[in-house]
């Protein structure tokens, strides 16, 4: 199933509000292309092979960015700050429509098989301190459902700024946000781990260069600081064994969440992974953890568009909210509001 069957007018609206709503401001290389992608029929055509309920314009311009680390030294490549250095500025549009109209059956064969898989470490910036404050100390079971290459699994290896101020930790990863208000949650030491695992329909093995090329293509291509900071991670990663498990549906979840040992706090989350839900998964979902802790204490987190939230506390945007089941008994908490990226965070 991909999107060749929706009216392309709608695919062209998607393309502009993509540039309008999430490159305008953050990202002028992308958003200058989708604006163009987005009056362009033969572009439109090849991104509507992308797998549906993926969002289109991520998944077609990862699929380009992939094919450019394989050929770095094509013209258009040199446009590209993610690959060279010393790049130029503005792709022009008919150079980057004949790179993408010449490789056409590769573009096709990413928009096919790749998922949109973004790993974005800043998530760890509200992560961090509140499974710290959580733990009071104890080392924990950690369980990350939608982790794509388990990046965010390595949350107490990173060093943590907010408002450029080194807060906490000691790595080449760097995580940074702004705070926008609020107070984030006390703690004495950041939290430490029992162990980890990452949970996903397709977990990203970084011994396989394809799947780093991929996760770094996902990076949109003049966010440079994102492409340090990924490729920091990668690196750490990639030196060591994190566990994940394969699995996709409600009762394989539950089976995995049921299974970790009971004799340390438990913690279990997702960011931005119900987007990729349908409703009704969604609902089944709230349903297993309420199934889960009605018997078995632990910390539920979830960071999502108040869109997919079942509460959405009436508000629209990003929200971090916890739910702690404690001898059966549930309790729903606001954290903060952030962005996509949380590039800022606003505690709540
Ligand atoms: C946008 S990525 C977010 C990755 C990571 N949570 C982060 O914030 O850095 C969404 C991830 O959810 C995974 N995903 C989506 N639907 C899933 C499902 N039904 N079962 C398991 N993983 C799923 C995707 O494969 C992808 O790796």
Redesign the pocket.
């Known amino acids: 199933m991909d999107y060749r069957d929706i009216e392309p007018q709608r695919l062209k609206d998607w393309f502009k509000t993509f540039a309008e709503n999430e490159c305008k401001g953050v990202s002028p290389m992308y958003f200058a292309l989708s604006n163009k992608i987005s009056e362009d029929d033969e572009l439109i055509t090849l991104a509507s092979y992308c797998k549906s309920r993926q969002p289109m314009p991520n998944l077609f311009l990862a699929s380009v960015q992939y094919l450019l680390f394989k050929e770095p030294s094509s013209e258009l490549a040199h446009y590209y700050p993610s690959i060279h250095s010393q790049y130029k500025e503005d792709p022009p549009f008919a150079l980057f429509k004949e790179f993408c109209l010449k490789r056409r059956d590769q573009i096709i064969e990413l928009e096919q098989s790749r998922?949109?898989?973004?790993?974005?470490?800043n998530?760890c910036a509200y992560l961090m301190p509140i499974f710290s404050s959580y733990s009071r100390g104890e080392e924990v079971i950690l369980v990350?459902?939608?982790?794509?290459a388990g990046?965010?699994l390595n949350m107490d290896r990173y060093a943590y700024f907010y408002d450029d101020v080194h807060t906490f930790g000691r790595s080449d990863v760097k995580i940074q946000s702004e705070e926008r208000g609020g107070k984030m949650p006390a703690f004495d030491q950041m939290v430490s781990f029992r162990s980890k695992l990452g949970?996903?329909?397709?977990p990203?093995d970084l011994s396989d260069q394809n799947n780093v090329d991929w996760l770094r293509a996902l990076v949109w291509a003049d966010r440079l600081p994102r492409h340090e900071k990924i490729s920091a991670a990668i690196s750490l990663a990639q030196k060591e064994n994190l566990q994940f498990e394969k699995?996709?549906?409600i009762p394989e979840f539950e089976r995995i969440i049921e299974s970790q040992d009971d004799d340390a706090p438990l913690l279990v989350f997702?960011?931005?992974?119900l987007y990729?839900?349908s409703k009704g998964?969604r609902v089944e979902f709230t349903n297993m953890m309420e199934r889960i802790g009605s018997h078995r204490d632990l910390l539920y987190l979830a960071a999502e568009h108040s869109s997919v939230l079942q509460n959405d506390h009436g508000m629209d945007g990003v929200l971090v909210e916890s739910t702690e089941f404690k001898k059966g008994t549930k309790s729903i908490r606001l954290h903060a509001q952030t962005n996509g990226h949380a590039n800022w965070i606003k505690w709540n």
């Open positions: 998922l949109v898989q973004t790993n974005s470490l998530r990350d459902i939608g982790t794509s990046l965010t949970i996903d329909q397709n990203l699995a996709s549906t997702h960011t931005h992974v990729q839900f998964e």
